[in-house]
């Protein structure tokens, strides 16, 4: 990352003129450095994380599939019935919730069973307030 952020002369100009008419409280150099400040914070990989949650959650599915998960522990070809998906793209669905974190897997023997992570949970919960 660079020591220094790159604005167009069109952005400069618009700060300037924000400065100039008190909207922003900062010359321009302070502002830069604050805008700086902001870039770094905004490139870290918790953002990513954050993101990659919020995309498996974008799903009708996948949010289905979290609140079987939180009555209870499920094999996957149960929620592959309860779902009335094809196996293929329950898995599908499955390794992306576990890839954000928000689900766990165990085998045992042929099956493999899903639940609710702590992360998941807490964030269902969470959802769950919005009712």
């Known amino acids: 990352m660079s020591d220094r952020i790159d604005l ?5 100009e618009r700060l300037r003129r924000l400065i100039k008419e008190k909207c922003v409280e900062a010359d321009l150099a302070s502002y ?3 805008l700086k400040n902001i ?11 954050i993101n990659y949650v919020l995309k498996a959650l974008s799903n009708i599915h996948r949010l289905k599939i979290l609140l079987l ?3 209870r522990e499920m094999c996957g070809c149960e929620i592959n019935i ?3 998906l094809s196996q293929p793209t329950t898995s599908h669905h ?5 890839k954000a974190g ?10 493999k069973y ?8 807490r964030f269902l919960k969470l959802l769950l307030d919005f009712r």
């Open 8 to 12: 167009t002369d069109e952005q400069q």
């Open 114 to 121: 899903y639940s609710l992570s702590m992360k998941g949970g």
């Open 69 to 71: 998960l939180f009555e």
């Open 39 to 49: 870039d770094n914070k905004l490139n870290k990989s918790w953002v990513k994380k």
């Open 82 to 84: 309860l779902l009335g």
């Open 32 to 34: 830069i450095l604050l």
């Open 102 to 111: 928000l689900i766990s897997s165990k085998s045992s023997w042929r099956w």
């Open 94 to 98: 499955l390794n992306i919730l576990e």
